[in-house]
Each structure stands twice: as C-alpha cells, then as structure tokens.
C-alpha cells in the first residue's frame, strides 16, 4: 500500500451554512479524506483549516477542484503539499490557560517566552472580549505546547508563574492526559 499524500488547505470567505458540506463533498468526491479541521468564524468571514490526505491522484484532483471552486466567489483557498509532523517525539504535551487584560503586545511576550525556552507551540486559540461587569477588553489564550523530555518542568513553571507576574496574566498550565 502507497503511502498517502497530504494537503494542507485555508479557506477564507464569506459566511454561508453550505460552504463546509461543499468543502467535504468536493474532497470526498476526488477520493480525499479529512485528516484534521478547525473552522471559526473571524468578523463575519469564515476560516478552515484543513489537512487532507490521499493518493497523488486524489491529491491532484482536490488541487483543480478547489481551484475552480474558489474561482469566480468570493472565496480565497490556498493549498499546499506538506507531511505529518512526527517531530513532536520525545516531548510532552502541555496546555497553557491565560486570562488577562488586553494589553499592547502582549501576545508577542507571551509567544516570546516560549520560542525562548525552546518550547514548540503545537495549536493556540484566542478570544478577545469584554468583561460583563466592567467592559474591561480580555483576552484568553490558549496554548497547545511541547516540551522537550530533557527540560525541568517545576523549573520553567517557576520562570512562566514569574513572567505572568510581572505582566499581570492568570495563568495555569498543567499536562495534557
């Protein structure tokens, strides 16, 4: 048996409840399947993340037909071929939970602290909101991360629970079981 080819596909357009069927129907046809997917809703634009896999004749076909489907609509798709990521081997998976006041560039020291410490970020997700009693804009981030095996876990919690002081964020991190 071949080994299956995998693509990686972003979708962005306008907000419509057939598009994901569309999507999913299109690929279903060319012989791919769905690896993994994430969709959200940004303003009022939809978002897809996809990874595709299948045979390069599926792989080609869902090429075209994504081509053409996003040819004459509003819709902006982008495709690329990639391979798994089996890089994430002696690490170990942890979630990071942060709350704090939206604060300039904080998102940046945030991801700074991490690329620092030689910690990948495998998925990050946040929201930005108001607080219901104070209208106070927040954000809430989560984090996704991998730590090298080799890395003394009480001792970069320590340096994090530091970092979160000094910039005021309500942090918890724990492992992912």
């Known amino acids: 048996m071949t080994k ?10 306008d907000h419509s409840a057939s598009l994901p069927e569309r ?30 896999s299948g045979n390069w004749d599926g792989i080609a076909k869902v090429e075209d037909a994504l081509g053409n ?25 942890y979630a990071v939970d942060v709350i704090c006041a939206d604060q300039a560039g904080i998102h940046s020291k ?11 970020i495998h998925d990050l997700h946040l929201t930005a909101y108001e607080a219901s009693q104070t ?11 991998h730590i090298p095996v080799d890395t003394a876990i009480a001792a970069l919690r320590n340096d994090f629970m530091d970092f979160c002081e000094q910039w005021n964020l309500d942090a918890i991190v724990e492992p992912i079981k």
Request: hydrophobic letters at 45%.
């Open 110 to 120: 945030l991801l700074r602290f991490f690329s620092t410490n030689n910690i990948h």
């Open 4 to 13: 299956p080819l995998h693509l990686a596909v972003t979708v962005l357009g």
């Open 69 to 93: 489907l996003a040819s004459g609509t509003d819709l902006t798709i982008q495709v690329k071929r990639t391979e798994l990521n089996h890089s994430t081997g002696g690490s170990l998976p």
């Open 135 to 145: 209208a106070t804009p927040m954000i809430n981030i989560h984090l996704s991360i």
């Open 23 to 52: 999507l999913a129907q299109t690929i279903s046809d060319c012989g791919c399947r769905i690896h993994d997917c994430r969709m959200t809703m940004l303003g009022q634009q939809l978002a897809l993340l996809m990874l595709l």
